[in-house]
């Protein structure tokens, strides 16, 4: 969020030239995702 979107995208701090909701989408579905993989390792077992 702050590599990506402000140099390589060009699209402002944490992608708030995108909108304001940008940065939770962000948190939100990487956290969903985390979620989603310790579940699946911890099933894997």
């Known amino acids: 969020m702050f590599v990506v979107f402000p140099l ?8 708030l030239d995108l ?3 940008t ?3 962000v948190l ?3 956290w969903v ?4 993989t310790a579940i699946a390792i ?3 077992r």
Request: some cysteine; aromatic content about 20%.
């Open 28 to 30: 939100f579905f990487n």
């Open 8 to 15: 390589k995208a060009h699209k402002g701090i944490a992608g």
């Open 42 to 44: 911890k099933c894997a």
């Open 23 to 25: 940065p939770f989408f």
């Open 33 to 36: 995702w985390g979620a989603v």
């Open 19 to 21: 909108g304001l909701l």
